[in-house]
């Protein structure tokens, strides 16, 4: 190597994209399982290895410089192509065993993606799988997730998806509270969910009562006599202690969706957990979605 060319080690390379993009070394270090100390001293190695710096700490957190946001992209590149070379050698794995990590929303994880899991293993023992109930969508191209399953699109090139269901949901209270007197919907942030319009618009005059990002938890303060909530029709159309109301409104219908990296979902583990998936959907449409 040419004198004065500085070797670059891609440790280091992942401490600082971990830095720039949560803006602190706590947030950082929690990211990879690290200490704060450590990501500190892994970042004044790098720089002093460059002999410039990358990233400026203000009292807002850390800033990247010039030359951080030129590193910064050239960093993401190389972190891309790090994961593709895992998955293209993840592709390989030919057995029917193995762990396989699931994402969705906690609406289907429990009481309905669960079962069909449960139901696969029978088939091929050697299969683990990884349920992860998520509120956040993982990223598949990262591998933080193997398969997951959303109620929106996906996006991207190298994701191949499939519509696997529709899911319909509908208003329902507690059968001791026939007329509402507070609402139950999600958080802020999630303000745009078409659930969330929906209660805004036939219960505009309630005054809110619980705000949760969980529908588990919301499908628990509605039995339990909170308020109305907008709950799926598989699991609150069969428990007791519900009431469906606003029966003159038809269903709010949303698509499910099934997406699995394009590196990834021709191994067999991955394909059998995907078949498992989809027969179990088709088996279970009208159950989802009952007036469909």
Not at 29 to 42: D, H, I, Y
Not at 136 to 164: C, H, P, Y
Not at 187 to 202: C, F, S, T, V, Y
Request: with cysteine; charged share 25%.
């Amino acid at each position: 190597m040419a004198a004065g060319h500085k070797i670059v080690n891609w440790d280091d390379l992942q401490n600082f994209l971990a830095i720039a993009r949560h803006g602190s070394l706590s947030a950082a270090a929690r990211s990879l399982g690290v200490t704060q100390p450590t990501m500190g001293r892994r970042l004044a190695a790098l720089e002093a290895n460059l002999g410039t710096r990358l990233l400026l700490r203000t009292p807002e957190g850390f800033v990247l410089t010039a030359l951080g946001e030129q590193m910064l992209a050239r960093a993401e590149r190389m972190e891309e192509e790090a994961y593709a070379a895992q998955l293209l050698a993840c592709s390989s794995d030919a057995r029917l065993e193995g762990t396989v990590r699931l994402t969705t929303v906690d609406t289907l994880a429990g009481a309905f993606i669960a079962p069909a899991m449960l139901d696969l293993q029978r088939e091929h023992p050697g299969i683990v799988v990884e349920l992860l109930a998520a509120t956040q969508s993982l990223n598949l191209s990262r591998r933080e997730a193997d398969i997951a399953i959303r109620m929106t699109r996906f996006e991207g090139d190298l994701i191949v998806a499939r519509k696997v269901a529709t899911l319909a949901l509908s208003f329902y209270t507690a059968r001791t509270q026939p007329e509402p007197e507070r609402v139950i919907t999600v958080l802020d942030d999630q303000a745009h969910l078409p659930e969330a319009r929906a209660m805004a618009e036939h219960f505009a005059s309630l005054p809110v009562g619980l705000k949760s990002n969980s529908r588990e938890v919301q499908h628990d303060a509605a039995c339990h006599g909170g308020g109305v909530a907008m709950l799926p029709r598989f699991r609150a159309d069969h428990d007791e202690r519900l009431q469906r109301i606003r029966t003159d409104l038809p269903d709010l219908r949303r698509d499910i969706w099934l997406g699995v990296h394009a590196d990834l979902h021709k191994m067999p583990r991955m394909r059998s957990t995907i078949d498992a998936l989809v027969a179990h959907f088709a088996s279970k449409a009208r159950l989802l979605d009952p007036e469909g």
